[in-house]
């Protein structure tokens, strides 16, 4: 009878890829520098991976470090891509390790873009300040010489996380809903009707707007099915978003939509990607509301001016609308960007 073979484990085949990745890279661009590190992947909204020290600890008192990557873009990103964003936090764990003596990581400092640059992945700066940061991919830097030379021994993740699509389609899923007054947030299914505790009172009662609305569906036993759609109302963001690796092509894509070839760093970049073709599509009565309250110093004729804009300029950059999604997260840095000048 022949021996019965065990499946590798789901588990250790997936992680396994990263770790032989993560060995190559510290070797090849970090002269093997990089204590070993706890690779996993999570979800953090925004952010293809992110860094952090001293997360694990054993009996024996040793520490080690976490590197996260994003577990629904995993496997839907081209593999180089996804191992730049792999180099990227190991970039973190070089500057806390070896340049700030485990006391530090650094953020994106200078130490931090330095080494980046020397790794061929340049930094970019996303809003205002270098707090959040993405980075491109150099032809013929470090980086993209070390993933060619280890091409055959680099391979795609094998599972692929399913939850990422579960909000979309199915009426029964829970959907974000959010107040229009104090952009409050509750979730529920998308066939829901909720009202604001903050906002309503006796003489008015305030709905909660849901990000996708429920159609179909005709009960049980019935052979028609639910679903959701995107309803048109996009919150405005509380953070800035995470953009993705920085390639000519993503630079054509957003100049298409906003004008510029990179995401918004400047006031003036902001503008432009906020008012970008709002007068070619007859809104010029938005523009002139915006000049108005400028001139006014009025903070909260600005401030409802700039709220006016984006709702214009997120239905036409949405991705559910036909838009950009690299284009509606620049409009969304610049939104961010802007409320606060104001502020």
Excluded at 316 to 334: I, T
């Amino acid at each position: 009878m022949a021996p019965v073979t065990k499946p590798a484990s789901p588990a250790i085949e997936q992680l396994q890829r990263l770790s032989i990745a993560f060995d190559i890279f510290n070797t090849e661009l970090f002269d093997a520098a990089l204590p070993p590190v706890y690779l996993q992947l999570r979800n953090k909204p925004g952010s293809y991976g992110h860094f952090q020290p001293n997360k694990w600890t054993n009996s024996a008192g040793i520490t080690i470090d976490v590197v996260n990557l994003d577990s629904q873009t995993a496997t839907t990103r081209p593999l180089r891509e996804l191992l730049s964003t792999l180099v990227h936090e190991m970039a973190h764990a070089y500057v806390f390790t070896c340049v700030n003596g485990r006391k530090a990581t650094g953020g994106h400092g200078k130490a931090w873009r330095s080494k980046m640059a020397e790794l061929g992945l340049p930094p970019i700066q996303i809003g205002s300040t270098w707090r959040l940061a993405t980075h491109r991919i150099e032809d013929g830097g470090a980086f993209d010489q070390a993933f060619e030379k280890h091409r055959h021994q680099l391979q795609e993740l094998p599972w692929q996380e399913c939850i990422a699509q579960a909000n979309r389609g199915r009426g029964s899923d829970r959907v974000k809903f959010q107040c229009p007054r104090c952009s409050s947030n509750a979730w529920a299914r998308a066939s829901a009707l909720l009202l604001c505790g903050q906002c309503s009172d006796q003489s008015v009662l305030v709905e909660m707007l849901p990000e996708y609305r429920h159609e179909g569906g005709g009960g049980k036993g019935s052979s028609t099915r639910a679903s959701t759609k995107p309803t048109g109302h996009y919150p405005e963001p509380t953070g800035i978003p995470g953009l993705p690796v920085w390639t000519d092509e993503l630079g054509r894509e957003l100049r298409l939509h906003t004008g510029l070839d990179h995401p918004p760093t400047t006031l003036v970049d902001a503008l432009l990607v906020f008012t970008f073709g709002v007068k070619e599509r007859q809104q010029t009565e938005l523009l002139d509301t915006l000049a108005a309250a400028l001139e006014s110093q009025d903070d909260d004729a600005v401030a409802a001016a700039l709220k006016a804009l984006y709702k214009h300029r997120a239905k036409v950059l949405h991705p559910d609308q036909g838009g950009s999604e690299v284009a509606f997260k620049a409009l969304q840095a610049a939104y961010l960007m802007l409320k606060r000048e104001n502020a």
